[in-house]
């Protein structure tokens, strides 16, 4: 079974400082890897969705890559802003599977 | 602009009680998705649709139900409520299988 890990639970960062936050998954054998922010009491909004045939997607001051051979993720946040304080979960799209394979999450406080 | 939505936000019953809870999507989307949120497990699918009359469990779903009569709607049952279902329910849609799936705002759901 798929297994997805984010390593650290929880971040706080300084505010303008760059910042990078990691996704493993024990399966290689996947479609695509989404990234989502979720804030206090609401939904998942999607950030950034990579299918497997690509190393990396940006937007704005967002960054994700791939490495599907090691099964690892990465989202890099440039300049942070308090704004950004939420918590980021990746998740996988396994091929032959239906559903995400999430991982926990990590909090990120982004301090003034 | 479309949205997906869920209701109620928030919700209290008691152990045995049978609930139900809404989902309503107006993106027209075919696939339609049930999550729950607990603390230190990542987002785990329920059931999911494929498109009207289409249902299928996913990795937790002793104790739920789903029906799809149209395409706007995935109303979640709990037949029997107990306390081990106590979580965040989260409803989802994709336009395709392998893209952005949207998330609503979320039901608290406190079994007693």
């Known amino acids: 079974k798929q297994e997805v890990t984010q390593i650290p639970a929880a971040l706080s960062v300084p505010e303008g400082e760059n910042l990078v936050l990691n996704c493993s ?22 950030l950034l969705l990579i299918q497997s045939s690509q190393r990396e997607q940006t937007s704005g001051r967002l960054n994700a890559s791939l490495d599907k051979s090691s099964g690892r993720s990465t989202l890099y946040i440039a300049a942070s802003q308090p704004g950004d304080s939420a918590t980021y979960l990746c998740a996988v799209k396994q091929t032959g599977a239906n559903n995400l394979f999430f991982g926990t999450g990590t909090r990120l406080t982004v301090i003034p | ?59 937790v779903s002793d ?50």
């Open chain 1, 25 to 46: 998954f024990t399966d290689s054998a996947i479609y695509n890897l989404q990234w989502f922010r979720q804030d206090p009491g609401k939904g998942l909004t999607s």
């Open chain 2, 63 to 112: 104790g739920y139900s789903v029906s799809r009569s149209n395409t706007e709607d995935l109303p979640l049952t709990l037949e029997s409520a107990a306390s081990s279902q106590t979580s965040v329910y989260f409803c989802a849609s994709s336009e395709s299988l392998m893209g952005t799936q949207y998330f609503g705002p979320g039901t608290r759901l406190t079994v007693l």
């Open chain 2, 1 to 59: 602009d479309a949205e997906i939505t869920q209701s109620p936000r928030h919700k209290i019953t008691e152990t045995g009680r049978q609930v139900t809870l809404a989902c309503h999507q107006t993106w027209n989307h075919n696939n339609m998705f049930w999550y729950r949120q607990d603390l230190g497990h990542g987002l785990r699918l329920i059931h999911y649709s494929y498109g009207v009359h289409d249902t299928n469990k996913g990795e």
